[in-house]
């Protein structure tokens, strides 16, 4: 459409150039072409700005120096007196247009947070953690480089449930995610809610020695903060299992059998006793 716009501004303005006598016409062709720059062209707000402030200099300029002669003084400073209107004008409409746009831009971002975040420990949530997956996947085919998975699961939830009641076991749970994501140092790595009280920690570039180093850290964090679980025997503490995959060539698999390894190999430290880290590789 721009395109469009563009060659009928020029295409008009040879002509009016060709053909003097049609001069009268110049103030309401300026006055348009101002609009069309400042609303229609697809370009930034400070370059629509610019460009429409040259234009108004060089369109009147040529204005005057092909027919100038011919046109009265009183329609010249009309002209100029439209000009200027319409800068203003546009400068003000593309402004507001621009604001709008930041605006459903900006409202666009915060829903999508909203949509990728769990509501109630405020970390990723399946989503996310899905849509990272993906695209680190992706991006590990192309280079190379292993790609590591945690799945985590809270020992004995149920019976802390059980026992605590429901709004402990949710605090429980927010303290469990503020305690992984402390436990993961770099910003690519990503810290999600996976369902229930199962969580998963994703690590691009990670072979299985640092899955591990960042499991055992981990459990370390959980070990540390000695969460009280009074639904197990006397003075027992929360704890956590891991199962830690690592997919060193991962454009020979999926994304799924990733997940897949990481779900066995969890199950498998929970049947060796929990409170434990299993690893493997893809």
Known sequence: ??????????????IMTVYPVTAFLWPTLIVSIVFIIYVYLP??????????????VVAPAWWFFVAGTTLPLEQMLRASVWLVFANALGFLAANSIQRAQRERYAQSLLLKELLSTDAMTGIGNRRRFDDALEREWRRCSRSGKPLSLLMIDVDHFKAYNDHHGHLQGDECLRQVAK????SVGRPADLVARYGGEEFVCLLPEIAEEGARAVAAKCMMAIARAA????????????????????????ALHSPGALVALADKLLYCAKR??????VTGVL
Request: aromatic share 6%; hydrophobic share 65%.
């Open 227 to 250: 969460i009280p679980h009074a639904g197990l025997p006397a003075a027992a503490k929360l704890t956590i299992s891991i199962g830690a995959a690592t997919g060193h060539e991962v």
């Open 272 to 277: 060796a006793g929990r409170d434990q880290v």
């Open 1 to 14: 459409m721009a395109v469009f716009i563009v060659v009928g501004m020029v295409s008009r303005m040879t």
């Open 179 to 182: 305690l992984l994501v402390e």
């Open 43 to 56: 370009i930034r707000f400070f370059v629509a700005a610019a460009l429409a402030a040259a234009f108004s």
